[in-house]
Nanobody
Framework: QVQLVESGGGLVQPGGSLRLSCVAT???????????MGWYRQAPGKQRELVGT???????NYADSVKGRFTISTANAKTTVYLQMNSLKPEDTAVYYC??????????WGQGTEVTVSS
């Protein structure tokens, strides 16, 4: 198993910034088989959608709606993934979920952290 715990959500005004964190806990073996981590989000009444991912090699991929505003990075031997969100808009309001995918095809999800962008 890989456990993912997110933190950093909250209420922010439009134009503001937030940084989400996600810590992965698992055996060293399972951590070493993670090939991608990232973030998805689900707004009220909508389906879960990709925000962005980062591969074990450091390659990033972002949804068009967040390109240039959001940045994904990793730390701590790739057991921590961050989502730096700048220039936030009301339409970024959602529950943000951390994601980890292993080379075996197994996928893991965090419980989610809520982000509200409102004045």
């Amino acid at each position: 198993q890989v456990q993912l715990v997110e933190s950093g959500g909250g209420l922010v005004q439009p134009g503001g910034s937030l940084r989400l964190s996600c810590v992965a806990t698992a055996s060293a073996f399972r951590i070493n088989t993670i090939v991608a981590m990232g973030w998805y989000r689900q707004a009220p009444g909508k389906q879960r959608e990709l925000v962005g991912t980062i591969s074990s090699g450091g390659r990033t991929n972002y949804a068009d709606s967040v390109k240039g505003r959001f940045t994904i990075s990793t730390a701590n031997a790739k057991t921590t993934v961050y989502l730096q969100m700048n220039s936030l808009k009301p339409e970024d309001t959602a529950v943000y979920y951390c994601y980890a995918g292993r080379g075996t095809g197994r996928e893991y999800w965090g419980q989610g952290t809520e982000v509200t962008v409102s004045s």
